[in-house]
């Protein structure tokens, strides 16, 4: 069973600030898990994603995660936010077995950008 | 055309109206899956297909019925809909290997279904 905890259904920044958004998860099985954003009427594209290799992964448009199997925590940060960051951000966990494809998203965080 | 690609973008139906969802990977990948996206909930998996079959089926009300004619298209056939399942439909692809490493899943846009 595996399941995705994010904090905070909404996080407000001002242009430049650091954006941290916070990402638990539980799994049965090594983790893989994955970052995507959704921008408005659009559907979700991937961010960066953990598969076991490093834990610090570097993603798109200056983000990254920092994978903390002592802490089950895969958050995801970025040095300096841009309005252009303003979405709905998604964590999702999914087994790293070779027939569990299955992905296990949550609720979702919305990032807001303030100028 | 790149990626994953959905049609409609929009799509206004009645209750007793009859009408499809299409879905098209450009990516070669062999699974393909729909996605329930509502208001202030997680996304549902609805169906997957790997390599052209149907492997899960997650508790989904039989008047949403999936097609998958090869591993490039998925369709979702709607039938007298209820006005909660108004949401935006997601689908999305992946390369899954049997009994290897699975990859990545890329979703398309979306198709923002309203049912009167």
């Known amino acids: 069973a595996q399941s995705v905890t994010q904090l905070g259904s909404h996080v407000s920044v001002s242009e430049g600030a650091l954006v941290l958004l916070r990402c638990n998860y539980s799994s049965s099985v090594p983790p893989y898990l994955f970052w995507y954003v959704q921008y408005p009427n659009q559907g979700l594209q991937l961010l960066l994603k953990y598969t076991s290799a490093a834990t610090l992964v570097k993603g798109i448009n200056g983000f990254e995660a920092e994978f903390k199997k002592s802490e089950t925590s895969f958050h995801l940060t970025n040095p300096s936010a841009h309005m252009s960051d303003a979405a709905e951000y998604f964590c999702a966990v999914r087994g790293s077995g070779g027939s569990n494809y299955k992905l296990t998203f949550g609720k979702g965080t919305l990032l807001t950008v303030n100028p | 055309e790149t990626g994953v690609t959905q049609t409609p973008r929009h799509l206004v139906m009645g209750m007793t109206n009859k009408k499809s969802l299409k879905c098209e990977q450009h990516l070669g990948h062999n699974a393909m899956y729909w996605y329930k996206q509502s208001a202030k909930k997680p996304l549902e998996l609805m169906f997957v297909?790997?390599?052209?079959?149907?492997?899960e089926n997650n508790s989904v009300p039989s008047r949403f019925s999936p097609e998958c004619p090869n591993s490039s298209h998925l369709f979702l056939h709607l039938h007298t809909l209820q006005p909660e399942d108004s949401a935006l439909y997601l689908c999305a692809s992946s390369q899954e290997v049997a009994g290897g490493k699975t990859d990545t899943q890329y979703f398309g846009p979306g198709t923002r279904l309203t049912v009167l």
């Open positions: 297909y790997n390599f052209k079959e149907q492997t």
